[in-house]
């Protein structure tokens, strides 16, 4: 295997794209110091994985991103590329040649590559692995790496043969699995934990469940005795109810006869009884009309008397309208007087205001008009001034532009003559600075199309993974919970045991038929799943059965194994009720949800149950709504969304449950919208899929394109800066000289201008004259014109005044003129009113006799009445005496025969109850119970025994009767931890073993590899130090795992010594002994060597580069040196320089022309050095 180039772009100072093609086994590379050979070193240890930054000689990671020059932009990306040959397959790729590729970006996203492949670090690693070139390597070693391979402790020095002897793989695979012991150790004793937890519940569930065997037994006894007590007590009842059925009939039959009779008698008491109601009728018919005419004729003397008062208020009223008249007569007489003086005073004082105004108008218009002249006088005269200022420095600087003028004049000349051969030259240059330009936007454009493309779809990949993750994600977490909701649901977990027991039944082929329980028969939504819980109840526990019969048989199984109770809804008994009007109108009031039995989904079969159970169910949004509701309307029952039931009788259920979890319908309801969900994704993540094969295919091309835009766009930009840079130099001078000239014409233009005008002084004292006699003029007229203002003020308060006042008059006379009209009117109304009240009066006289004799007529008819009334009421009285005899005596057989119903009643009810307290507490029917009866004997102190069982079920207490199936339960899961404990100490003894194995062939690995390094270094130090002994040692050879290694050198003529205390030389040439020692036994494909020759002196560097010579046959070498010799002694030589500050380039790999003798003529040799330090070509080729 060998390095046959490396490719470079943007890191440290390789700025531009370089490619370095590596031929040779000995290569040296040479340079001015600071021209960036040891950059050349740190891209190849930087591409092989190296992590650290203080190792690369940086900060941070992005400091090896070219950071600009004085002439050159930052990058954005450094990217190093190492090409090996891979003919004799060393490397494990199945490819002849293999390159390693890392780039990173300014926002420190790292990416390595294989074969132009993306993978990890981790898989960078395990390629290089045993060839030296790892990150813990010897294959690149500087001077500082040489020195502390002496320097360094025994333990860190033998991390280096550790590499030679390739054990570092195994190291690797002793801590992963030292992690997986950890983590199986972690896990074994959280096993163990549980166990423990799980033990110390078993013990008291065990005995939990002994008393709920034994519990269960004794009550087994109770209910044998209690069934056998109370089916006799259902045998002595029916003889007793035949016997009072007897009796009853015969007492019965005599009621019956006794009641005739009085039939008869009460029939014709009714008959008189009518005569007596309708004369008692129409008596009170008359009397009301008696009332009636009494009323009428009192009303008509009251109509009498009000007249004649009404006939005496009309002339007292016609005589008080007579005196008003004649005083508001004499109020408007008076009115119009004062208004006419008013209006005529108001006339006078206008005509003194108008004559005011006219004698002081002239006087303060003179006053403004001189105001006026004087302000404008006061500004002429402080421009004269300033005017007079300005001529008298024109008058001195005149002389200074007439001089000025005709230098101006002779240099505008010679710019004139200049412009146009510079405008044609710049005219020239804009036209190729346009086209490259041009040229260079368009390729900028399809770049920047590219770019945004690529950048598009690269985030639209990784959002669609991320997206894609999350949901998949998500589908896992939502099969999950569906796959533990099946579970429940097909456990029936949650249900009564009656039904839990027929549903077991049915899935055994024990029952035949349909069974459904109606919690697990229909499906809410989530929302809706607490109110139709509610809504429920009990009934949640209700199996659907086709018809009675499948019922009867399940109720006869659960008596047969005595399984508990169950509440069957045969769809053939079930009469929904239909929806009414008065339900559609509350349906569409606000805040009402519908009916339950509309909110849920179920099989068509079983809809007529499920609308018996919630057809008369109002959903509601919350309890306020149907507590409005309740009081408004009286529905049956409604129940709120957070499970608020509000009953018919008023009663309202509500709170929260001590122990809350999902009911029946909420796990369908969970079950139906996982599966919905799940649904969803699997389209979503099919689609996102596809969407992704796209855009990877897309990103692939766009990538492929932007490549070679980029670099046709390197090469554009670079022929656009030099015609720019042209261009805007000759524009800079083009504009320079227009300036120049423009200034010149302008400044010969104003000195032309300024010559040509002629100074004038302005008549300064004419004006300050003028000024004085305005001032004093207008003095004068402010005075007249204060006097004449004040005349005008009062003769204006008069003039209000006066208006005030004849508005006042004005207003008395108009509401004095009112008053008169009113009563005239008045006064026009009392006759018609007078004749009216007498005809009305004459009226009420004729109906007051017409009513006194109606009156006397009604009088004669109510006395007829009531004497036939008194001869009807002796009748009825007769017949009500005979009839309350018989009576009598059909009341005494009704009461014999009801005591005998009664006594009947009661014997009903005690086969009743007993009959119901072996359906509730038994679950069993008669026929059962007189079976369980036949096959129980019943001591005669029946009652005494059970009051013994009763007595020792309640000396039991609370007994959990869930503890036999929790102790199952917990059973289980305990055998469960312990085949799950002894599997994980399997694991880790599995582990254990593979550990004891890693340690013995690293043990045996590393003893081989020491024992050759050590033989090497002693052959290798006898040549470089004759006369010398070198050797190696470990420091705990019982520990070949741990121990360290130390080095033991005497040199020539020497006592053995530390190596602390060896010369640089000595120091340098020992360690170099290590390396080639460590290069013998396991030899590099690649060893790059920085300037590790610096301390050995002359002879030592001969015998450095004879070792060169010795191993290049099994390695290659790239040595940066700055020593002659070595130089001499590399067949290739590279030259590492800068063609301008910051940036570096690499030479070609050979010497420049007239140098092809130098190996031959070594005295040339420092020559041809400086020649190739000196070498500075414009642009690298690569």
């Keep these: 295997m060998r390095l046959k180039s490396i490719r470079l772009i943007g890191f440290k100072t390789f700025a531009d794209k370089t490619e370095i093609d590596v031929e040779g086994d000995v290569i040296a590379v040479v340079g001015p110091n600071g021209c960036g050979k040891s950059n050349l070193v740190d891209a190849i240890l930087w591409a092989l994985g190296e992590g650290n930054p203080k190792h690369l000689r940086a900060e941070i990671g992005q400091d090896v991103i070219f950071n600009g020059s004085n002439k050159r932009k930052p990058l954005g990306f450094a990217e190093v590329m190492l090409l090996f040959d891979n003919e004799d397959g060393a490397l494990p790729v199945p490819t002849s040649e293999v390159s390693v590729t890392r780039r990173i970006d300014r926002s420190g996203n790292s990416q390595y590559q294989i074969n132009r492949r993306t993978c990890r670090l981790k898989d960078v690693a395990e390629l290089m692995a045993d060839s030296g070139l790892g990150r813990s390597g010897y294959a690149i070693v500087g001077q500082k790496d040489i020195d502390q391979a002496l320097a360094a402790s025994p333990d860190d020095r033998r991390n280096w043969l550790d590499e030679a002897a390739g054990v570092q793989r195994y190291r690797a695979r002793k801590l992963d699995a030292l992690r997986r012991l950890s983590s199986a150790e972690a896990h074994l004793q959280r096993v163990e934990d549980i166990l423990s937890e799980v033990g110390r519940q078993r013990e008291p569930l065990r005995e939990q469940a002994k008393d709920a065997l034994q519990y269960r037994e004794v009550q087994r006894s109770l209910r044998a005795v209690e069934v056998a007590q109370l089916a006799h007590e259902l045998d002595a009842a029916s003889l007793e109810i035949d016997r009072r059925q007897a009796n009853l009939r015969a007492a019965q039959d005599l009621a019956a006869s006794e009641a005739k009779e009085v039939a008869a008698l009460e029939a014709q ?16 018919g008359l009397r009301e009309r008696q009332s009636e005419v009494l009323t009428e004729y009192e009303r008509a003397e009251s109509a009498i008397k009000l007249g004649e008062q009404r006939l005496e208020s009309l002339d007292q009223l016609e005589t008080t309208l007579f005196q008003d008249t004649d005083a508001v007569d004499q109020r408007i007489r008076e009115s119009t007087q004062e208004l006419s003086v008013a209006e005529a005073e108001l006339a006078a004082a206008k005509a003194e205001l108008e004559r005011v105004r006219v004698e002081c108008a002239g006087a303060g218009q003179e006053a403004r008009k001189l105001a006026e002249g004087l302000k404008a006088i006061e500004a002429k005269l402080q421009s004269a001034r300033d005017e007079h200022a300005r001529a008298l420095k024109q008058q001195i600087e005149q002389e200074h532009r007439r001089e000025r003028f005709d230098e101006a004049s002779r240099e505008l000349r010679g710019i004139v003559e200049s412009l146009p051969e510079l405008e044609k030259e710049l005219e020239k240059a804009t036209k190729d600075r346009d086209a490259a330009q041009n040229k260079l936007a368009a390729e900028r454009k399809g770049l920047s199309e590219l770019q945004l493309n690529l950048k598009s779809i690269a985030a639209s990949l990784h959002q669609s993974t991320e997206k894609e993750s999350k949901l998949l994600s998500r589908q896992a977490e939502l099969e999950g919970t569906r796959r533990g909701i099946e579970a429940t649901l097909a456990t029936h977990e949650g249900l009564h045991e009656g039904p839990r027991a027929v549903l077991e039944a049915q899935s055994k082929g024990k029952l035949p038929g349909s069974f459904d329980s109606v919690g697990e028969s229909l499906i809410a939504r989530p929302e809706h799943a607490l109110a139709i819980e509610r809504a429920l109840g009990s009934s949640v526990h209700d199996l659907i059965v086709p018809s009675e019969a499948e019922a009867k048989a399940a109720i006869e199984y659960l008596k047969r194994n005595r399984a508990g109770r169950a509440t069957f809804l045969p769809i053939t008994l079930m009469r929904p009720r239909p929806t009414s009007r008065e339900m559609e109108q509350l349906l569409r009031r606000p805040g009402v949800l519908g009916l339950a039995s509309e909110l849920v989904q179920c099989r068509p079969e079983h809809l007529p149950a499920i609308e018996t159970l919630l057809g008369d169910v109002i959903v509601v949004d919350n309890l306020d709504t149907a507590l409005t509701l309740a009081k408004t309307t009286g529905w049956r029952r409604i129940v709120s969304l957070d499970g608020e039931v509000v009953h018919r009788k008023g009663s309202v259920t509500g709170g929260i449950q001590a122990r809350q979890g999902a009911g029946i319908v909420q796990r369908r309801a969970d079950l139906a919208q996982a599966e919905l969900e799940i649904s969803r994704i699997a389209e979503d993540v099919a689609q996102m899929a596809s969407e992704k094969r796209k855009l990877s295919d897309e990103l692939t091309a766009l990538r492929n394109s932007a490549g070679k835009a980029e670099a046709k766009l390197m090469a554009l930009a670079e022929r656009a800066k030099e015609a720019e840079e042209w261009r805007h130099n000759l524009e800079q001078e083009f504009q320079a000289t227009q300036k120049s000239a423009a200034r010149l014409e302008a400044e010969i233009l104003r000195l032309e201008k300024s010559t040509a005008q002629t100074a004038e002084l302005p008549q300064v004292d004419a004006l300050q004259s003028e000024r004085d006699a305005l001032l004093r003029q207008f003095s004068e007229r402010s005075a007249d014109a204060d006097v004449a203002e004040r005349r005008i003020s ?57 009513l006194s004799r109606l009156r006397e007529d009604v009088s004669a008819k109510l006395q007829h009445a009531q004497e036939s009334r008194q001869s009807s009421i002796a009748q009825s009285l007769d017949l009500q005496a005979k009839a309350k005899q018989a009576r009598w005596a059909a009341q005494e057989a009704a009461e014999r025969a009801h005591a005998e119903e009664l006594s009947k009643a009661k014997a009903e009810g005690r086969r009743a109850a007993a009959h119901q307290r072996l359906l509730e507490e038994y679950g069993i029917d008669e026929v059962e119970a007189r079976r369980v009866a036949a096959e129980t004997e019943v001591p005669p102190n029946a009652a005494a025994l059970v009051a013994r069982l009763r007595r020792e079920l309640k000396a039991m207490g609370e007994v959990n009767l869930g503890a036999i199936e929790a102790f199952d339960r917990l059973e289980e899961r305990f055998q469960e931890l312990t085949a799950q404990s002894e599997d994980i100490l399997t694991g880790i003894a599995e582990v254990e073993s593979t550990i004891r194995e890693l340690d013995l062939q690293t043990r045996e690995r590393f003893r081989s590899t020491f024992e050759k390094v050590q033989a090497a270094f002693s052959t290798l130090f006898g040549r470089l130090f004759p006369g010398g002994k070198g050797e190696l040692r470990l420091t705990d050879p019982e520990n070949l795992l741990e121990t360290g290694i130390e080095i033991d050198v005497t040199l020539p003529g020497k006592k053995r010594q530390k190596l602390d205390l060896l010369s640089g030389g000595e120091r340098s040439l020992c360690a170099t002994t290590f390396l080639f020692s460590l290069l013998q036994v396991k030899p590099s494909p690649l060893v790059i060597l920085d300037e590790v020759d610096a301390p050995l002196d002359g002879r030592n560097v001969e015998r450095f580069t004879d070792l060169l010579r010795e191993f290049a046959d099994r390695c290659q070498f790239i040595v940066i040196t700055h020593n002659a010799t070595t130089i001499e002694g590399a067949p290739v030589w590279l030259g590492v320089t800068m063609t301008e500050p910051g940036v570096s380039v690499v030479l070609p790999a050979r010497l420049p022309e007239g140098f092809d003798d130098v190996r031959r003529r070594p005295t040339e040799l420092p020559k041809a050095i400086v020649a190739v330090e000196a070498y500075t070509p414009t642009r690298s080729n690569g």
């Design 269 to 284: 008491a009714a008959k008189v009884s009518e005569r007596i109601s309708e004369l008692e009728s129409a008596m009170e």
């Design 794 to 850: 009062d003769a204006e308060q008069a003039v209000v005044s006066l208006e005030e006042r004849v508005k006042q008059a004005d207003h008395r006379l108009k509401r004095a003129q009112e008053a008169q009209t009113y009563s005239q009117s008045k006064l026009s109304k009392v006759g018609p009113e007078r004749e009216q009240t007498r005809k009305e009066i004459k009226e009420s006289h004729s109906r007051r006799d017409s």
